[in-house]
């Protein structure tokens, strides 16, 4: 039986944004204006991920001078490497980068990039396939990811391309296990904040120990709604959660059951026909069409 390791982890729900520009690439703001303005907002940790590249000076944005005794950082960036089957840059999200990277070369893929981050130790995610139409072919080349970006805010408000989710489900319905998360990707030059984010468990708001629990799966993701629990049984899921009109659990292909409603707030789903599909992962959406969504499990 699989559990899902956001809810059978000990510890508690820490808020993050893992996608964010400053000025220091192509963001509006000043590093520290964008720490403060998502520690105002309530966020216990955020990931400043400026583009890893030449133009910028290869910036990895040390954001340790902005942590507070409730607020935390973990460096990282978006990483780029020529070339997606369209012929665009690649652009990798690396959660948890040494200060020191080594820049890009001219000749180093996208595999090889990714897998030095994972090699420094990083959560790398695929950012936002939607918005540059990136392939499963592409996806199959980047060994080791830790996640696909289902939810890109930036991408959403400015070309309505902020799904990941078929790639996501393709990626996993040809064998791999990969996960999921939500994000930003602000830049503030826009209300591209405070959209997508991952509530991660952890034992304390540290940056080694969120990125553990992110390397591991112990999060889940949201516009929104809050799931309190997830437990996967023999045939069937129990979900609890804040007040939805959609609780629904999904797998390979068209495999899917569900609860429609209004103001549910604890469903059992039958997991049979899901379960066959060798995967499971839940959505709850709330009145105002705002998701949630947990990581995949697999059987
Ligand atoms: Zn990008
Ligand atoms: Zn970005």
Known sequence: MPHDPAFATPGRFFKGNLHTHSNRSDGALAPEAVCAAYREAGYDFLALTDHFLDKYGFP????????????????????????????????????????????????????????????????????????YGLTKADADTIEGAHAVEIYNHTSQIRTDRGDGGVLLDQLNAAGRRIGLCAVDDAHFHCRDYFGGFVMVKAVDNEPEALLSSLKTGAYYSSQGPVIESVAYGEDSVEIACSPASAVM??????????????DVTRVTLPLGVVRAGGFARVVVADNEGRRAWTNPVWW
């Open 249 to 262: 659990v999904l797998g390979r292909g068209s495999r899917a059951a569900q609860h429609v409603g209004s």
């Open 60 to 131: 990895i944005v040390d954001t340790r001078p902005f942590r507070t005794n409730a607020f935390t950082t973990i460096l990282g960036a978006e990483v780029h490497a020529p070339a997606t089957s369209l012929g665009e840059l690649w652009h990798l999200l690396a959660v948890g980068l040494p200060s020191d990277l080594a820049p890009t070369t001219k000749d180093e893929t996208a595999p090889d990039l990714a897998k030095r981050c994972l090699a420094a130790g990083a959560f790398l995610a695929i950012a936002h396939p939607g918005w």
